[in-house]
């Protein structure tokens, strides 16, 4: 099994219907990251989560919103979604105890398409 | 604040070709640096890593070292393959950890047999 496992893998909705993307990690890890990838650009910070209790927004939080369910698991909701959000999604995890050195695991991408 | 300037792409090589994709930083104190790569249709991958100036990270044939006084992290490899096709990422992260990593905007390299 993968380290970090992201559902769907693709998915396709209709403008204004809510939608969740789900990330769960077997790593151990206490942080975990939601990106957003466009074609031809780089990877923009979403939401990110240092443990449990902790939520905060990225560069590019409208329109999103994020659940920490447990350490191993972090979700990622539309609450409406718009042909604009049409992207690939990634969910990573980081080890604190590695302070800065120890670098992200990545999922493999939930691509997501918008009607 | 912190930021990653990566060449722009797509770069496109013959095979056997020697690579180099510059990554330029701007951060305060001694950020740990990072290349990411990703295969099509996969998710990033790490590649490689420094944490410290003149530190040199390697990998599957890359390389790149930590250049404190140019503050530069440039991805060389000596002689590419088709199976290098990918898109890198150069990132940086400040080493307490406590803000998420900044990463560039990606190379999108090609190599043709």
């Known amino acids: 099994d993968a380290d970090v496992t992201q559902t769907p893998r693709n998915r396709i909705t209709k403008t204004g219907k809510r939608i969740m993307l789900e990330c769960s990690q077997t790593?151990?890890?206490?942080?975990m990251y939601w990106y957003r990838q466009d074609p031809g650009l780089g990877l923009q910070l979403i939401y990110y989560s240092f443990d449990v209790k902790d939520i905060n927004k990225g560069e590019i939080s409208d329109g999103y919103s994020v659940s920490r369910q447990a350490q191993a698991k972090f979700s990622l909701s539309l609450e409406s979604a718009i042909p604009n959000q049409t992207a690939l999604y990634f969910c990573?995890?980081?080890?604190?105890?590695?302070?800065?050195?120890?670098?992200?695991?990545f999922g493999s991408g939930t691509r997501l398409t918008v009607v | 604040g912190d930021s990653v300037t990566q060449m722009e792409g797509p770069v496109t090589l013959s095979e056997e070709a020697f690579l180099t994709i510059n990554c330029t930083y701007t951060?305060?104190?001694?950020?740990?640096l990072f290349w990411y790569v990703q295969y099509p249709g996969e998710g990033l991958q790490l590649l490689l890593k420094a944490t410290k100036a003149d530190d040199k990270g390697s990998n599957k044939g890359f390389e790149a070292t930590y250049r404190k006084e140019t503050t530069s992290f440039h991805l060389e490899k000596g002689s590419v393959q088709v199976s290098d096709s990918a898109v890198y990422f150069c990132a940086l992260s400040r080493n307490s950890g406590n803000t998420p990593l900044v990463f560039g905007k990606g190379t999108r390299l090609s190599v043709i047999a």
């Open positions: 990573a995890t980081s080890d604190s105890g590695t302070g800065g050195s120890g670098g992200y695991t």
């Open positions: 790593k151990g890890h206490d942080r």
């Open positions: 951060a305060t104190g001694y950020p740990s």
